[in-house]
């Protein structure tokens, strides 16, 4: 494994991997030398309708959202049942030395992964999809929602271009 720096990975890019009969998929090459031999798999964090999907997030990144859901208090309900559903579907899982990882069988189901998962980094983190839930997905966000997202982006953060222009959609 690397002894990269790990706490600040950018993950990009999309990969169909096969799941072998054990649970196990390789994490793609291009990724290799961004990701820790010890990572945190978890269900998806963000709302994506109807799909459910993993992360597979470097421990560091995920320390972070540790500290902030730790924190929050124990007689309110609802962060009861934050922290119950987070931290239980979520597993510290060791890459073995052909940089595998293996998917435990409660966060299959959850995210009802079969022989065949999309891989899509996703800066900080890799998301982990069911190839079918991942197009009903992607094919309800258009370009025209793309660009006006970006564009929202491109007023909230100041992003410009290379040659010093606002993106445009």
């Not at 999309?118 to 793309?146: A, T």
């Amino acid at each position: 494994m690397s002894s990269s720096d790990f706490s600040n990975p950018n993950f990009f890019g999309f990969s169909t991997n096969s799941v072998d009969s054990k649970g196990r998929v390789f994490v793609p090459t291009k990724w290799r030398g961004k990701i820790s031999e010890s990572v945190m798999l978890h269900i998806g964090l963000g709302r994506e309708g109807e799909g459910r999907y993993l992360e597979l997030t470097n421990i560091e990144i995920f320390q972070k959202l540790i500290d902030r859901v730790t924190k929050l208090s124990a007689t309110n309900r609802r962060y009861e049942a934050l922290k119950r559903n987070l931290f239980g579907k979520t597993e510290e899982i060791t890459l073995d030395k052909q940089y595998r990882i293996l998917l435990p069988k409660h966060l299959i189901e959850y995210a009802e992964l079969d022989d065949e998962i999309i891989m899509i980094g996703s800066g900080d983190h890799i998301q982990l999809w069911n190839p079918n839930i991942y197009r009903n997905v992607d094919e309800s966000y258009s370009h025209n929602d793309f660009c006006d997202d970006l564009q929202k982006l491109d007023h909230d953060l100041d992003l410009t271009s290379v040659d010093g222009g606002t993106i445009h959609g």
